[in-house]
């Protein structure tokens, strides 16, 4: 894992434009390289036996594949979650992230609504200035 590469804070819908890169062990979307994925949203479905759960940022669904030292914890249908992972495209199938991170946000009910305006900015400040580049 590259970790100079920075973690893209995306929504759901956005990832269904990431590329595989031809030489690099990373994705790209819109120009820029990422290899792991930021994302929040509700988890809409409880955790099955290989591990895994649905999450659905009110954009999509994406399908997070958690290591057995998250199983510890309660992931419960419902729960508002930030999850940082591993974005692995798989074509035809949901997306999946390979969580490194997952925090419960439910105790914040304003998260929700901020996380959007998080995505925005992080767009507007960073991202967008090198898709223009790329462009």
Not at 1 to 30: F, H, I, W
Not at 57 to 72: E, K, P, W, Y
Not at 118 to 131: D, G, H, T
């Amino acid at each position: 894992m590259d970790y100079s590469l920075a973690a893209l804070k995306v929504l759901c819908s956005q990832l269904k434009d990431a590329r595989e890169t031809p030489s690099q062990n990373a994705v790209t979307l819109g120009g820029i390289l990422f290899q792991r994925a930021w994302l929040q949203g509700i988890i809409v479905s409880p955790l099955d036996d290989d591990g895994n759960l649905l999450l659905d940022d009110g954009t999509g669904v994406v399908r997070l594949c958690l290591s057995a030292d998250f199983h510890q914890k309660q992931w419960n249908t419902g729960m508002y979650v930030m999850v940082v992972g591993a974005y692995v495209i798989r074509t035809g199938e949901t997306p999946m992230i390979k969580v490194h991170k997952i925090v419960d946000l439910s105790a914040f009910p304003d998260r929700e609504a901020m996380w959007y305006l998080e995505v925005m900015e992080a767009y507007k400040l960073f991202y967008q200035p090198l898709i223009e580049d790329f462009i």
